[in-house]
């Protein structure tokens, strides 16, 4: 972990010392129980501002005494622990479940509840039903809620909190955190699931130490988070990572994508496997999926189609060459453009990474200047969650952070 040391300077005092104060509340946290004169040695500060800011910190219970250190002689010193339980956080990720949790500080669910994801507005009362019975479970821990991060499948105005657009909720150019803020009386945050899922692998996952990583989510549709020297991208129009609308060739140019999904997503997501395997089954290839497809055609689901791969079917190892083929492509386009230093995947389809992994590797290998380390989610849907847990916490707080994640 790196800490901003500060610098001497004339600027604004009151950025000065939140940047202070968030520098010795991380270094609290990662090392706590630890005593005034070690944050002052780490992070070269004068006794006096430690124990200026440390005494707020602890007025404001974000910060314990936990009992006197180990003396080098002289008097024993007073060591410090952060208070993860000084506030909670509801984070809720909104796909085909709503799948909402109650955290502390440091991001340790305490609760977890789902339910099935209904569109329009019965989705709407659905997650503030949801939101709320988190909030009344709350009270059995203690601490109030600070803030609730809520992650939608769609671009998201993040400053207005504003969905523009999620097809399988039917929500278009939806004003959530308004709409939840009256109803609820608490603080919303909305942003992009993928982007929170990228800020959940830095904070707790698989981006854990990492400046510069990508997090692609494989699902019905396919999109890419950014943490870009330490700091959230979103782009211009908060549209950045949209890489379901990459175009594998010239082939697709002139196509308009505008209500349905991406031209990468509508080859290589879900919805693009099931089409694919189907026309292939239509053609009358040989498959293990045949039987259960003319039996009843809607019941096949892309899980089968994985799962037959991995068993060896000459279908679903096709069909999954082919979408190896297209994700590649992305991820060759990522590593090229944005240089990072570990590509995440994750989303619902991350559960068959196994077939994916080696074979992009392998496609990339001599293919890109600096081929990036791809791996797995370490925390699954889970991250999302946390993402949600972060950016509320972030956005509620009087401190600065300086490092990872905003």
Same mark, same amino acid.
């Given at each position: 972990m790196t800490y901003l040391k500060p610098v001497n300077h004339t600027g604004d005092?009151?950025?000065?010392r939140k940047v202070n104060e968030s520098a010795i509340l991380e270094l609290i946290r990662e090392k706590g129980p630890i005593a005034r004169s070690e944050i002052a040695r780490r992070l070269d500060l004068s006794p006096p501002t430690i124990t200026r800011i440390v005494n707020v910190l602890i007025k404001e219970d974000i910060v314990l005494k936990v009992g006197p250190g180990n003396s080098r002689g002289g /008097?024993?010193?007073?060591?410090?622990?952060?208070?993860d339980r000084a506030s909670l956080i509801i984070g809720v990720y909104v796909g085909q479940n709503m799948v909402g949790a109650l955290a502390d500080l440091? &991001?340790?669910?305490?609760? /977890? /509840?789902?339910?099935?994801?209904?569109? *329009?507005? @019965?989705?709407?009362q659905q997650l503030a039903a949801l939101i709320e019975g988190l909030h009344q479970a709350s009270r059995r821990f203690g601490p109030s809620v600070r803030g609730v991060g809520i992650g939608a499948p769609s671009i998201t105005l993040f400053r207005e909190g504003i969905v523009t657009w999620a097809p399988s909720l039917e929500w278009r150019n939806l004003p959530l955190k308004r709409r939840l803020e009256e109803k609820l009386g608490l603080?919303?945050?909305?942003? !992009?699931?993928? !982007?929170?899922i990228a800020l959940g692998e830095s904070w707790r996952g698989a981006g854990r130490g990492f400046r510069n990583i990508v997090c692609i989510s494989l699902g019905a549709g396919i999109g890419a988070g950014l943490i870009l020297n330490g700091q959230l991208y979103r782009g211009s129009h908060d549209a950045a990572g949209e890489v379901g609308y990459v175009i594998p060739n010239e082939r697709y140019l002139g196509h308009t994508y505008d209500d349905a999904y991406g031209c990468l997503e509508s080859l290589a997501g879900s919805? &693009?496997? =099931?089409? /694919?395997?189907? $026309?292939? =089954?239509? +053609?009358? $290839?040989?498959s293990v999926l045949a039987e259960p497809w003319n039996e009843e055609p809607s019941a096949l689901t892309v899980q089968m189609v994985l799962e037959a791969a991995r068993e060896g079917d000459p279908v679903g190892e096709v069909v999954v060459q082919e979408t190896v083929d297209y994700l590649s492509i992305a991820v060759a386009n990522l590593a090229c453009i944005l240089d990072p230093e570990r590509i995440i995947i994750s989303g619902d389809l991350a559960e068959? *990474? +196994? =077939?994916?992994? +080696?074979?992009? @590797?392998? @496609?990339?290998? &001599?293919?890109?200047?600096?081929?990036? +380390?791809?791996?797995?989610?370490d925390l699954g849907m889970d991250a999302a969650m946390l993402g949600a847990v972060a950016i509320a916490l972030r956005q509620t707080s009087d401190q600065v952070f300086v490092h990872r994640q905003m």
């Open positions: 005092a009151t950025l000065l /008097r024993r010193p007073m060591l410090l622990e952060f208070n440091n &991001g340790e669910i305490l609760e /977890r /509840r789902s339910v099935p994801s209904l569109p *329009g507005e @019965r989705g709407i603080s919303v945050f909305v942003e !992009n699931e993928v !982007n929170l919805t &693009g496997i =099931l089409k /694919r395997t189907r $026309q292939r =089954l239509k +053609d009358g $290839q040989s068959f *990474g +196994d =077939l994916f992994l +080696d074979l992009i @590797r392998s @496609r990339l290998k &001599g293919l890109v200047p600096t081929a990036p +380390d791809i791996v797995l989610s």
